[in-house]
């Protein structure tokens, strides 16, 4: 079994600053990508960032900019550092990873429980 734990969601003003982390565990062999994902009521599941294992990064338009995404290879982590936020970043944030499970044949995409970010004055 595989799990990425979030944490680091919250309330934060116009403006302010969140910093989401992701934490994978489990019967992992190796992990080719970590990113996170955001939604936003009534809407679909959309990418905001991704890492791949060889440092390759791949951001929103919305967020170029304003959010960094960095990954701890050997600790299986993934943190979203989000500044300059805004009203419309509002979502439950996901974090995702393409990964190998021990003795697997293929790789799969897993997911985190998701953690609520709400940008409001």
């Known amino acids: 079994q595989v799990q990425l734990v979030e944490s680091g969601g919250g309330l934060v003003q116009p403006g302010g600053r969140l910093r989401l982390s992701c934490a994978a565990s489990?019967?992992?062999?190796?992990?080719?990508?970590m990113g996170w994902y955001c939604q936003a009521p009534g809407k679909q599941r959309e990418l905001v960032a991704r890492?791949?294992?060889?440092?390759?990064?791949n951001y929103a338009d919305s967020v170029q900019g304003r959010f960094t995404i960095s990954r701890d290879n050997a600790k299986n982590t993934v943190d979203l550092q989000m500044n300059s936020l805004k009203p419309e970043d509002t979502a439950v944030y996901y974090c995702?990873?393409?990964?190998?499970?021990?003795?697997?044949?293929?790789?799969?995409?897993?997911w985190g429980q998701g953690t609520q970010v709400t940008v409001s004055s």
């Open positions: 489990g019967s992992i062999a190796s992990i080719y990508y």
């Open positions: 890492i791949t294992s060889g440092g390759i990064i």
């Open positions: 995702n990873a393409g990964l190998w499970t021990t003795g697997a044949t293929m790789g799969r995409d897993f």
